[in-house]
Every structure is written in C-alpha cells, then in structure tokens.
C-alpha cells in the first residue's frame, strides 16, 4: 500500500513542468486534516501538497511558470489551516471537524490596523515599513477601481467601444496586482474574487455590444462590491441597486457619486434605482 502511495506521488509529480520544491510548515492534526490540506493545495498537472501530520510539514512541489508558494498556502489557509505565511479565517477554522482544530498559535488573522498598533508599541522604527505597504496597496487597486468606475461611466453613456476599451485596461490592471503587497484580510477577499473579475473583465473587453456588456457587468460589480469592501477607497462609495435590471431580478453598482446614474439602461432610465449603501 505504502509502495503504491509512493508510486501515486511520483506520478502525479512528473505530470508538473518547470518544477520548484519548497518544504512549509502547516498545522492540522489528523488524517483528514492531511486530506483537506492536499486537497486545498494541490492543482492538476500545476500544484501537489504532501503534508505529513506527524512532523506538520509539507512537501510543495509546483509549476513555477504557473503559480507560486504563497498561492498554494493562501488556498489552504482558505480551507481553515494556518501555515507559516498565511492564518486562516476565524470562521473557517471555527467550522472544522472538533478532531482538525489544532492549537492556533495566533487566534486571530493580523489586519492591516492592528499590525500598524503592534508596530507602534513593539517598534516604532518599523511604522514606516507599514504604511509604506499599506500604500502600495491602495495604489494598486486604486488603479482597479478607477477603471470599473470609468467603465460604469461608459455603460451609463451606451457607449459600447468606449466600455470594451477600458475593461481591457481594468484586465491589465487586475493582472498587476502583486497579492505578496496586500494585506491578510484583502488578500482572502482577492483570493475569492480574482478569477470572476478577469471573466468577466475579459468579456466585456471582447465585445462591443452594450447588452452583454450589461450582463457581464452584473457580476463584476457584485465581486468588486466585495473587494471595496475590504480594500476601501479614497472617498466614499455608494452601492447602488435597480429592481428592474437583470430581467427584472435587480442589479446592482456601485458608484462615485451618491445621485443614481443607471448603467444598465442609461438614457432610457438614467435615474432608475437608489444607493442602498455608503462604503467610507
């Protein structure tokens, strides 16, 4: 049985090109901790885990080319277990089998304001290292959100040339975003978000028919409304909801200015809907 476990391993590595091995340590407790971990880490022919729950370390064998450790051990820290870079969400981690909750040696995910109070108090030299960080996270995104509000602009206008083009520089812009620069509890949120807001990004920049833009954009906005949640903005952000939109399920937007602009009829209900929420 251990021959042909063995044998699985060595098969399933050879599948991974331009290979990179690092050796990560990875707290669980069991065999279906062992389960929960690989699976949450490992991709076909991309990624393998290899976690041993005696020594709690894992053997992370990768495609260089295609992802990297700290997307691997993000994943897994999704999936409720702490590791050396990344916690995992008290909630998911409060969710595991009783026989899967290890002893965490930090309680709780470090946000972005209470690493600045443990800089202040621990060393204070450090302060400057920390909002350095927190700035080129705001820059990054911003650049991610400016480009959806101007697409939001072009969809409120029906002008479908202008949406295609900026959704191309909003695709470019989400491709830049360096997930090492952003904080813990951003970070869970792109991690969730990533995939959709390319989709659909992608999408809409291949076409210039303003309908299915309109339909792509439903989505989008909903996954965007989940990053500027976390992330925050320069400037208040209003939500904002039209009941008749999207076959009449409702849709929503968000937007700059709290006076309602209605992207998905534009002229033909500018007006239609209200700000259901203000994000500071």
């Given at each position: 049985?251990?021959?042909?476990?063995?044998?699985?391993?060595?098969?399933?590595?050879?599948?991974?090109?331009?290979?990179?091995?690092?050796?990560?340590?990875?707290?669980?407790?069991?065999?279906?901790?062992?389960?929960?971990?690989?699976?949450?880490?490992?991709?076909?022919?991309?990624?393998?885990?290899?976690?041993?729950?005696?020594?709690?370390?894992?053997?992370?064998?990768?495609?260089?080319?295609?992802?990297?450790?700290?997307?691997?051990?993000?994943?897994?820290?999704?999936?409720?277990y702490d590791n050396e870079k990344f916690l995992a969400p008290v909630d998911v981690y409060d969710?595991?089998?009783g026989c899967c909750q290890y002893d965490r040696e930090a309680k709780l995910a470090v946000t972005?304001?209470?690493?600045?109070?443990?800089?202040?108090?621990?060393?204070?030299?450090?302060?400057?290292?920390?909002?350095?960080?927190?700035?080129?996270?705001?820059?990054?995104?911003?650049?991610?959100?400016?480009?959806?509000?101007?697409?939001?602009?072009?969809?409120?206008?029906?002008?479908?040339?202008?949406?295609?083009?900026?959704?191309?520089?909003?695709?470019?812009?989400?491709?830049?975003?360096?997930?090492?620069?952003?904080?813990?509890?951003?970070?869970?949120?792109?991690?969730?978000?990533?995939?959709?807001?390319?989709?659909?990004?992608?999408?809409?920049?291949?076409?210039?028919?303003?309908?299915?833009?309109?339909?792509?954009?439903?989505?989008?906005?909903?996954?965007?409304?989940?990053?500027?949640?976390?992330?925050?903005?320069?400037?208040?952000?209003?939500?904002?909801?039209?009941?008749?939109?999207?076959?009449?399920?409702?849709?929503?937007?968000?937007?700059?200015?709290?006076?309602?602009?209605?992207?998905?009829?534009?002229?033909?209900?500018?007006?239609?809907?209200?700000?259901?929420?203000?994000?500071?």
């Amino acid at each position: 049985m251990a021959i042909a476990l063995l044998l699985s391993v060595t098969a399933a590595t050879a599948q991974i090109k331009n290979t990179k091995t690092e050796t990560v340590k990875i707290f669980g407790n069991c065999g279906m901790c062992e389960t929960n971990i690989e699976k949450a880490g490992s991709l076909n022919k991309v990624a393998m885990v290899d976690w041993n729950k005696d020594s709690k370390m894992a053997t992370i064998t990768y495609d260089a080319k295609k992802t990297n450790s700290d997307e691997i051990l993000k994943r897994i820290a999704l999936a409720g277990y702490d590791n050396e870079k990344f916690l995992a969400p008290v909630d998911v981690y409060d969710n595991l089998h009783g026989c899967c909750q290890y002893d965490r040696e930090a309680k709780l995910a470090v946000t972005t304001e209470e690493s600045k109070t443990e800089m202040n108090h621990d060393n204070h030299s450090n302060h400057t290292e920390v909002a350095t960080l927190d700035k080129q996270e705001v820059n990054q995104l911003k650049t991610v959100f400016d480009n959806y509000f101007l697409l939001k602009d072009a969809l409120v206008k029906s002008d479908g040339v202008s949406a295609s083009a900026v959704s191309k520089d909003m695709l470019v812009s989400l491709n830049d975003v360096k997930m090492n620069e952003l904080s813990m509890d951003v970070h869970m949120v792109w991690m969730k978000v990533m995939k959709d807001l390319k989709t659909e990004s992608n999408i809409i920049s291949e076409t210039q028919d303003v309908k299915k833009q309109r339909s792509s954009f439903t989505t989008l906005s909903k996954n965007m409304y989940e990053l500027i949640k976390a992330a925050k903005y320069e400037s208040p952000v209003y939500y904002q909801f039209c009941p008749m939109a999207n076959g009449g399920k409702g849709a929503n937007w968000l937007s700059k200015e709290n006076a309602v602009k209605n992207p998905y009829y534009g002229s033909q209900m500018m007006t239609c809907g209200k700000t259901v929420e203000t994000i500071k």
